[in-house]
């Protein structure tokens, strides 16, 4: 403790006088405090781009340059690209923010307002080139100067560029479509083409040839389908006549494409596919004449992904049923019957199926075509409705998912079953060979071997193609495969999988290690790590750096965690040698790092809660890391809090984790209210940075250390049956613990805050203990009876899985563990509540009822306890509009200053907002509250 309390006050010297030079943060610092997204690394290595972003307004696109260490600004760029060489880095303009809100204010529709523009800039000298407002971007990932861009076409009559489209008058036409300018542009001679009245397109990945269709006229119904060789600059007209044509692709080579279209006049239209060689400029009807070659009553979908494999011996693309005509509406409103049934048959409750009506309009079975055969194979039916293509396999087999046999109780399992069926796709011969996998199932390379994770005995299987025979090849091996802190009543779900080395063995993970597993089972188990993530607590993960990749490399860079003190890095590891090698280790938190395609750099970013991940680029072993960005340098002028893993032993005798932050200008002298947030376990996130920003739904942890608060987050340890209590256990001893220990913690200004799971157990806590000075309860569950049978509505499902099985914990149905399910819920307890509570619950929660929070509003209400709900109309679980997500952020802090430092009441809290002044008055105001008065 003396240690603990000597960290605090050495810190408290070293940082008093520059405390005073700075000020906290307020509400007007957000729009102001940057984002950096969206890094990239050209594939030589020589050249970095990165937007930062203000939260709202306009941002910056940089580029940096490896070599010289310049660094570039374009103001307002986004989503860059660079060329294969790296010459060249594409990127859009994004339209002014100020233009954009002006005309939104105007009520402009959304299509006529400004789009973003087309820009090229020169990364050896400088130059660049802006073009028009862009619809799409194409650019060739294998080395090539040319580029494709899809214009919004202005004014036709003063387009500078030529116009090479045959135009012929015909018929009108049945739909419109939107329409552009297809620019073709050599970024090296800066030669461009271009062609008005665009509707789609598709580049070939070696920028060979560009495939696309054209509407000339908006009164008729012609199409046309044009391919364009940027080796030739010739254009050849593949299809012309009256139809719609939707879907466009080209194989990797630029040899081969393929487009739906359809002759139909009618709304609900069936499309066709043709198949054309560009380079003799043939075309075959691969749907048949009058669909023939698919199943009966069947055409292509226009919902399906249209593709090449790598090869190009196989074209890819979705069919379905015919769609329906549509519904004549024949009838007057007194007469129209809305009805949906509800039926114990459906394997999806209906709100359910409404959820994903959308989703099954647009369903389509995978089937595939063989040029060279001019044969085509259905692989996908309505009995086997998933079947998982890899473009790049080799060989004739893929796996397909079956889930039919298991939909219906996936409202109250809590598992995700499926059956796995091995596919032949030149025969479409299919065979079932696992049945109720709960995850995933991988294909070998060679395709010899399928492996999978069985939940049931909690190991990894392998299954023979050849033999047809399952092997458990992790039965003799002394270590659990599962997440051995799985505290939900389910079977626990495995740590994962890496990959697939290039001998064709497996490569799984432990708590901590890599295992490299062989599929016949005749090699024992390889422990790659030599069991060094065990031995000094290190969680080691493969970190992909070639996405490309069908097989993992000789050589893996390994993220490296340690569990116990939260330290973070990347390791080397050489699987011939397994003797993994520490190449970074520090007490920051690492993003995932990005390597060039063709040289030995790799940009990262790391951070902690005092430091914002800002970018570096290094060498493969960071050994000459060097930061590039500095996206908010502002943060030096606000005070800023800090953190430290602390640990304690809760009522139970479990030790327990949790991460204590303390004030910007910390004084130990001095007495601070504190907070207590909680959700599951939050202790490994201690080295994550929180921008100060507006919240969605739960308290800002920069914002209230910057303005005088501690925090405080236990980690949670549930017993099955007993959430509540279990929150309890953890979170209160925790808080008693912090308190006992550090006397600059002020015992009486306590408050708490949690957002659904974490709301509900606010909620619950209040009524075992006046520990809390005031709480915030963000969606929460109050009565667990009701809420049992009810319907999460964002996905559909009955809540019935998540109380039986997942994260509610109790572990059995509301008939079989009733008294369970009344002792968790906050609703019976109310009574015994002498806590303030503040709820927020949307009337559009999609994820828990918004009667929830009525009922434990009504009944606080009824016994006159203080007690309030912020409802934001329309809104989801967690706030999604930036007006809503500020508004909350004031009534928090308002809140809590209220009851925990002694803030004046606002008006919002005294007396509320009457319905009638709703939209006129927010009730911020606030009035001093009288001497005395705590």
């Given at each position: 403790m003396k240690q603990l309390f000597l960290f605090f006050a050495t810190f408290f010297v070293a940082a008093t006088l520059l405390a005073q030079q700075k000020k906290p943060l307020d509400h007007s610092?957000?729009?102001?405090?940057?984002?950096?997204?969206?890094?990239?690394?050209?594939?030589?290595?020589?050249?970095?781009?990165?937007?930062?972003?203000?939260?709202?307004?306009?941002?910056?696109?940089?580029?940096?340059?490896?070599?010289?260490?310049?660094?570039?600004?374009?103001?307002?760029?986004?989503?860059?690209?660079f060329t294969p060489d790296g010459k060249v880095l594409v990127y859009t303009i994004k339209a002014p923010f100020a233009q954009v809100l002006h005309l939104e204010r105007q009520k402009v529709k959304k299509d006529k307002l400004p789009k973003d523009s087309l820009a090229c800039f020169y990364t050896e000298s400088g130059k660049w080139r802006k073009f028009g407002q862009i619809l799409k971007v194409a650019i060739p990932?294998?080395?090539?100067?040319?580029?494709?861009?899809?214009?919004?076409?202005?004014?036709?009559?003063?387009?500078?560029k030529k116009d090479n489209t045959p135009k012929k008058k015909t018929k009108k036409?049945?739909?419109?479509?939107?329409?552009?300018?297809?620019?073709?542009?050599?970024?090296?001679?800066?030669?461009?083409?271009?062609?008005?009245?665009?509707?789609?397109?598709?580049?070939?990945?070696?920028?060979?040839?560009?495939?696309?269709?054209?509407?000339?006229?908006?009164?008729?119904?012609q199409v046309i389908v044009l391919a364009f060789h940027t080796g030739t600059k010739k254009t050849d007209t593949l299809f012309t006549g009256n139809a719609v044509v939707k879907n466009v692709a080209?194989?990797?080579?630029?040899?081969?494409?393929?487009?739906?279209?359809?002759?139909?006049t009618v709304p609900n239209k069936a499309f066709g596919l043709y198949y054309v060689d560009l380079d003799k400029n043939t075309k075959n009807l691969v749907s048949g004449t009058d669909f023939k070659n698919l199943r009966k009553g069947w055409a292509i979908s226009t919902h399906g992904k249209i593709f090449f494999n790598k090869a190009g011996s196989e074209l890819y693309f979705g069919t379905a049923p015919k769609p329906l005509p549509p519904l004549k509406d024949t009838l007057a409103p007194l007469e129209k019957v809305s009805l949906d049934i509800w039926t114990y048959h459906d394997t999806l409750l209906q709100p359910q199926q409404k959820v994903e009506l959308k989703k099954e309009k647009k369903r389509n079975y995978t089937a595939v075509y063989f040029p060279k055969e001019n044969r085509l194979v259905q692989l996908a039916t309505p009995q086997l409705r998933e079947v998982r293509i890899n473009p790049k396999a080799k060989g004739n087999l893929s796996l397909g998912f079956d889930n039919r046999p298991y939909l219906k109780m996936t409202s109250w399992a809590g598992q995700w079953y499926k059956d796995v069926y091995l596919i032949n796709r030149e025969t479409g011969k299919r065979k079932r060979i696992i049945r109720k996998v709960s995850g995933n199932a991988y294909l070998s390379p060679n395709q010899q071997y399928v492996a999978w994770y069985n939940v049931q005995d909690s190991a990894w299987y392998a299954y023979s193609v050849k033999t047809g025979k399952n092997i458990n090849l992790t039965k003799t091996i002394p270590v659990a495969f599962y997440d051995v802190l799985n505290d939900v009543p389910n079977m626990a779900p495995p740590y994962g999988m890496a990959g697939w080395t290039k001998n064709n063995r497996f490569v799984v993970y432990d708590r901590y290690d890599l295992w490299s597993?062989?599929?016949?089972?005749?090699?024992?188990?390889?422990?790659?790590?030599?069991?060094?993530?065990r031995k000094k607590d290190l969680r080691f993960r493969y970190v992909k750096l070639d996405k490309e990749a069908q097989t993992l490399p000789d050589k893996m860079l390994l993220s490296a965690f340690q569990l116990k003190n939260k330290k973070a890095g990347f390791y080397s590891l050489q699987i011939k040698n397994r003797n993994p090698r520490k190449l970074l280790l520090e007490d920051y938190a690492f993003r995932t790092p990005i390597k060039a395609k063709k040289a030995p750099v790799i940009i990262w970013r790391k951070e902690s809660f005092r430091v914002y991940p800002d970018l570096y680029v290094s060498n493969?072993?960071?050994?000459?890391?060097?930061?590039?960005?500095?996206?908010?340098?502002?943060?030096?002028?606000?005070?800023?809090?800090?953190?430290?893993?602390?640990?304690?032993?809760?009522?139970?005798?479990?030790?327990?984790?949790?991460?204590?932050?303390?004030?910007?200008?910390?004084?130990?002298?001095k007495k601070y209210p504190m907070i207590v947030y909680f959700y599951e376990r939050y202790s490994n996130r201690l080295h994550?940075?929180?921008?100060?920003?507006?919240?969605?739904?739960?308290?800002?942890?920069?914002?209230?250390?910057?303005?005088?608060?501690?925090?405080?987050?236990?980690?949670?340890?549930?017993?099955?049956?007993?959430?509540?209590?279990?929150?309890?256990?953890?979170?209160?001893?925790?808080?008693?613990?912090?308190?006992?220990?550090?006397?600059f913690i002020d015992r009486n200004h306590i408050g708490?805050?949690?957002?659904?799971?974490?709301?509900?157990?606010?909620?619950?806590?209040?009524?075992?203990?006046?520990?809390?000075?005031?709480?915030?309860?963000?969606?929460?569950?109050?009565?667990?009876?009701?809420?049992?049978?009810?319907?999460?509505?964002?996905?559909?499902?009955?809540?019935?899985?998540?109380?039986?099985?997942?994260?509610?914990?109790?572990?059995?149905?509301?008939?079989?563990?009733?008294?369970?399910?009344?002792?968790?819920?906050?609703?019976?307890?109310?009574?015994?509540?002498?806590?303030?509570?503040?709820?927020?619950?949307?009337?559009?929660?999609?994820?828990?009822?918004?009667?929830?929070?009525?009922?434990?509003?009504?009944?606080?209400?009824?016994?006159?306890?203080?007690?309030?709900?912020?409802?934001?109309?329309?809104?989801?679980?967690?706030?999604?509009?930036?007006?809503?997500?500020?508004?909350?952020?004031?009534?928090?802090?308002?809140?809590?200053?209220?009851?925990?430092?002694?803030?004046?009441?606002?008006?919002?809290?005294?007396?509320?907002?009457?319905?009638?002044?709703?939209?006129?008055?927010?009730?911020?105001?606030?009035?001093?509250?009288?001497?005395?008065?705590?």
């Open positions: 610092v957000y729009d102001h405090w940057k984002d950096l997204q969206h890094p990239i690394i050209s594939d030589n290595g020589n050249y970095i781009s990165y937007e930062v972003n203000p939260q709202e307004g306009d941002g910056w696109l940089y580029l940096y340059k490896v070599k010289t260490h310049q660094l570039d600004s374009l103001p307002r760029g986004r989503k860059a690209h990932e294998k080395s090539s100067p040319w580029i494709a861009a899809l214009m919004k076409e202005s004014n036709p009559k003063k387009s500078e036409p049945s739909e419109k479509t939107e329409k552009g300018v297809l620019l073709l542009f050599n970024t090296a001679t800066m030669d461009s083409t271009g062609f008005r009245n665009v509707t789609t397109f598709a580049f070939s990945q070696n920028g060979k040839s560009c495939v696309f269709s054209v509407r000339p006229s908006d009164t008729t119904n080209v194989d990797e080579k630029g040899e081969q494409a393929a487009f739906t279209f359809s002759t139909d597993l062989d599929p016949s089972g005749k090699q024992k188990p390889v422990n790659l790590t030599s069991g060094m993530g493969l072993n960071f050994s000459d890391a060097r930061q590039i960005s500095h996206a908010n340098l502002q943060q030096k002028n606000y005070l800023w809090g800090n953190v430290k893993l602390v640990q304690w032993v809760t009522f139970n005798g479990d030790t327990m984790q949790g991460l204590l932050y303390t004030p910007g200008n910390f004084d130990p002298a994550r940075y929180y921008a100060p920003r507006p919240i969605r739904s739960v308290i800002n942890f920069s914002y209230y250390t910057s303005n005088g608060y501690v925090i405080f987050i236990p980690d949670i340890k549930y017993r099955v049956g007993w959430p509540g209590a279990s929150a309890y256990n953890c979170v209160v001893s925790g808080t008693e613990a912090m308190i006992s220990r550090y006397p708490m805050q949690g957002q659904s799971w974490g709301g509900y157990q606010s909620a619950y806590i209040i009524t075992q203990t006046d520990l809390f000075r005031c709480a915030e309860a963000g969606a929460p569950v109050s009565n667990m009876t009701s809420a049992y049978g009810g319907i999460r509505w964002g996905s559909g499902m009955s809540r019935e899985f998540q109380y039986e099985h997942t994260q509610s914990r109790i572990g059995g149905t509301l008939w079989d563990k009733l008294p369970l399910y009344m002792q968790n819920s906050p609703l019976f307890f109310v009574p015994r509540i002498h806590t303030p509570l503040l709820i927020m619950h949307n009337d559009k929660d999609n994820a828990v009822p918004w009667y929830q929070g009525i009922e434990l509003f009504n009944a606080m209400r009824r016994l006159n306890k203080p007690v309030w709900m912020l409802v934001y109309n329309g809104q989801p679980h967690n706030l999604s509009r930036r007006a809503d997500e500020k508004d909350l952020t004031r009534r928090f802090q308002q809140f809590f200053d209220y009851y925990l430092k002694g803030a004046p009441e606002p008006k919002w809290m005294k007396q509320g907002i009457p319905a009638i002044e709703k939209g006129h008055d927010f009730g911020f105001e606030t009035e001093r509250k009288k001497d005395g008065q705590n």
